[in-house]
Structure formats: C-alpha cells, structure tokens
C-alpha cells in the first residue's frame, strides 16, 4: 500500500497527554481523522478508474484504525499501484484526494483539539 502522511504539528503532544482534557482531545483527534479518512477514501473511490468496479469497492472498504488518531486506507488488489502511478487519464486519484482534503483536515483538527485546551 502507497503511504502519504499528513502531518499536524503539535498532535504528538496532545496524543501523549494522559490528563481528562488530553483523553477527549485524543478521542476528538481520532474522530476528525476517522471521517476525513472516510471522506479521502470516498473521493478517491469516485475518481479512480473503473473497469468491473473493484478498485472502487476495495478503496471504499479499505479504512482502517491502525492506532489512536491513526488511520489509513489504500487499495489491497495488485493492480492498485499501477492504477495509482501509470493510467493514462486517471492517475494519481488516491494521491489527489489526500492533497485537496489536507488543508480542511487540518483545519477541523486544529478547532476539535483545541477546544480542549
């Protein structure tokens, strides 16, 4: 699975943060990131190529919580990648969907996690 990370600064410390307000920033953080991954998955979906509609099915399934305020998701069929980096007209769809929610997520994480502060 291709990896693309977007970073905050300032979540390692709200993550490490063990108090009350630190716990529900960190179920915050996991919230807001939960749904823009969904949202990222969702796009990408939409944008990808499609032959019989597997691409599409396996990128809506594919979020996962890998940790607290961690999540991921990408196709698993081996054909993803080169859908990814080589189609003709419909390249870079996962990649694409990441850069134009990174600023909204970002955004909506930084309003979560500071109502807690």
Known sequence: ???INISVQGLDGVMKD?????IKAQGAADKVTETYTRKM??????MAPVDSGDLRANLLASPRRLQ???WQYGGT????????YEHASKKGFI????YNNRND???AL???VSKFR
């Open 1 to 3: 699975m291709t990896k």
């Open 18 to 22: 063990f108090s009350l307000a630190g």
């Open 41 to 46: 998955a969702n796009n990408s979906a939409d």
């Open 68 to 70: 607290q305020g961690t």
């Open 77 to 84: 069929l081996p054909y993803t990648r080169r859908q990814e």
């Open 95 to 98: 990649r694409k969907s990441v």
């Open 105 to 107: 997520y970002r955004e």
């Open 110 to 112: 930084k309003r979560e």
